[in-house]
T-cell receptor, first 113, second 112 residues
Framework: DVKVTQSSRYLVKRTGEKVFLECVQDMDHENMFWYRQDPGLGLRLIYFSYDVKMKEKGDIPEGYSVSREKKERFSLILESASTNQTSMYLC???FGAGSHEQYFGPGTRLTVT | GDSVTQMEGPVTLSEEAFLTINCTYTATGYPSLFWYVQYPGEGLQLLLKATKADDKGSNKGFEATYRKETTSFHLEKGSVQVSDSAVYFCALSPYNNNDMRFGAGTRLTVKP
């Protein structure tokens, strides 16, 4: 079974702090994704990566950056957290191109106070 | 661009009731269509999928048929259980593309 893990299930940070959210997958998947999930808005893509050191902006990249130094790990960085970044963050991975399912981690619920 | 629209919730049903959650899509070409389910406190997991027109995806008693003529992929289950209480997301992925577009999600609550 594919496993996607996220470093924290719950996180509380203060406004202005730098926040790191980590995601690790164990199936040698090439593509990894970061979404945020908000009520009534579904999932919105923040960034994705199709290879080590490669990244592409999604629909809502403002206020976020990412890092992919190793194939199995994809990090989401909030350079200076703000209250409107309070959300559920979901990481996903997929093997390669094509219409395949994405495998999701359990999510990190981030609260910025 | 490509998008998915699903019925707003929440939906509350009694156990053994019939479930329909509507989903329509807008896409160029021939996307693949998915239903994901999110149980409380968990990430999303794939429930079923269909990759071409007239395909029927099915799993755990849930079914959805890819209808190109109506651009729809409605989720159905003949008899829901309390354990089906979750949020359901309709999604599409354009052909040969890893991009995934999700609907807003529909919360289902099944009461005993």
């Amino acid at each position: 079974d594919v496993k996607v893990t996220q470093s924290s299930r719950y996180l509380v940070k203060r406004t202005g702090e730098k926040v790191f959210l980590e995601c690790v997958q164990d199936m040698d998947h090439e593509n990894m994704f970061w979404y945020r999930q908000d009520p009534g808005l579904g999932l919105r893509l923040i960034y994705f990566s199709y290879d080590v050191k490669m990244k592409e902006k999604g629909d809502i990249p403002e206020g976020y950056s990412v890092s992919r130094e190793k194939k199995e790990r994809f990090s989401l960085i909030l350079e200076s957290a703000s209250t409107n970044q309070t959300s559920m963050y979901l990481c996903a991975s997929i093997f390669g191109a094509g219409s395949h399912e994405q495998y999701f981690g359990p999510g990190t619920r981030l609260t910025v106070t | 661009g490509d998008s998915v629209t699903q019925m707003e919730g929440p939906v509350t049903l009694s156990e053994e009731a019939f479930l329909t959650i509507n989903c329509t899509y807008t896409a160029t070409g021939y996307p693949s269509l998915f239903w994901y389910v999110q149980y409380p406190g968990e990430g999303l997991q794939l429930l079923l999928k269909a990759t071409k027109a007239d395909d029927k995806g099915s799993n755990k008693g849930f079914e959805a048929t890819y209808r190109k003529e109506t651009t729809s992929f409605h989720l159905e289950k003949g008899s829901v259980q309390v354990s089906d209480s979750a949020v359901y997301f309709c999604a599409l992925s354009p052909y040969n593309n890893n991009d995934m577009r999700f609907g807003a999600g529909t919360r289902l609550t099944v009461k005993p």
